[in-house]
């Protein structure tokens, strides 16, 4: 069941469920952008890849 559907009712697991889903899905998206992010800076820079 999903938020948006009327049956749905907020209990205490569905609060911790959902509280713990958003923070695990927020640290991967953080993690991801701060990845992309130094990637780009280390191409602008033109850091790493000459290692052959």
């Known amino acids: 069941m ?5 049956e749905w009712i907020w209990d205490p697991s ?3 469920f959902m509280g713990g889903l ?3 899905l927020g640290i991967i998206g953080l993690g991801m952008t ?3 992010v ?3 800076v280390d191409t602008v820079q033109g850091k790493g890849g000459h290692d052959h």
Do not use: D, Q, S
């Open 14 to 16: 569905h609060m911790v």
């Open 2 to 6: 999903f938020p948006f559907i009327f």
């Open 38 to 40: 130094k990637a780009a």
């Open 34 to 36: 701060y990845c992309i």
């Open 22 to 24: 958003w923070y695990a």
